[in-house]
T-cell receptor, first 113, second 117 residues
């Protein structure tokens, strides 16, 4: 089975641009998570979907970050407008609703200049 | 609140030496969280190393082990003899299984480990 897929693997953006990160969860998984990983903050949860419904939108990230799950096999994370402090690795993860373990994608490394 | 604190990295250890990465947690929304160690090898995605869901039990994988200590709220990761291939970033995490029946992971900061010859 294919694991969690994320594209692109690397993204470089100018400050103020709009970028869209993509994620395909493990087939059949109902839960999908977006995390941001930085050296200072570690891993932070941005969004959580269960069966395509948004369960958590990450509070502090609301104003410029928007995650959507267009169907059960595809999700996007839009950052608009980008700021240099958004430079980080963005991880997508999925799990079955009744399982504990999350399966993570390889991440997208975003650099905002 | 719910939080996880780990040994601050980077940690450098010589091959064949023993290793311990400390992890302590605070779980206010759940009495007995499930505990995990995740690992991220260079160039790869984050993957589960081991998990323990019962207080007092020990989990083990790839020579690593960790014991769920409810009294000290700790879940330290140990290995008797490390190898260069163990160089990675290690994340301790707890799973908040809320009453609404979904789970959410809370991660520690991560500990970067370098094993040198």
């Amino acid at each position: 089975d294919a694991g969690v897929t994320q594209t692109p693997r690397h993204e470089v953006a100018e400050k103020g641009q709009t970028i869209i990160l993509k994620c395909e969860p493990v087939s059949g998984h109902n839960d999908l998570f977006w995390y941001r990983q930085t050296k200072i903050q570690g891993l932070e949860l941005l969004s959580y979907f269960r069966s395509k419904s948004l369960m958590e939108d990450g509070g502090a990230f609301k104003d410029r970050f928007k995650a959507e799950m267009l169907n059960s096999s595809f999700s996007t994370l839009k950052i608009q407008p980008t700021e240099p402090k958004d430079s980080a690795v963005y991880l997508c993860a999925s799990s079955l609703a009744w399982e504990i373990e999350q399966y993570f994608g390889p991440g997208t490394r975003l650099t905002v200049l | 609140g719910d939080s996880v604190t780990q040994t601050e990295g980077p940690v450098t250890v010589s091959e064949s030496e023993s290793l311990i990465i400390n992890c302590t947690y605070s779980a206010t929304s759940i009495a007995y969280p499930n505990l995990f160690w995740y690992v991220r090898y260079p160039g790869e995605g984050l993957q589960l190393l081991l998990k323990v869901i019962t207080a007092g039990q020990k989990g083990s994988s790839r020579g690593f082990e960790a014991t769920y200590n409810k009294e000290t709220t700790s879940f330290h990761l140990q290995k008797a003899s490390v190898q260069e291939s163990d160089s990675a970033v290690y994340y301790c995490a707890l799973d908040l299984i809320a009453s609404s029946s979904f789970s959410k992971l809370v991660f520690g900061q991560g500990t970067s480990l370098s094993v040198v010859p």
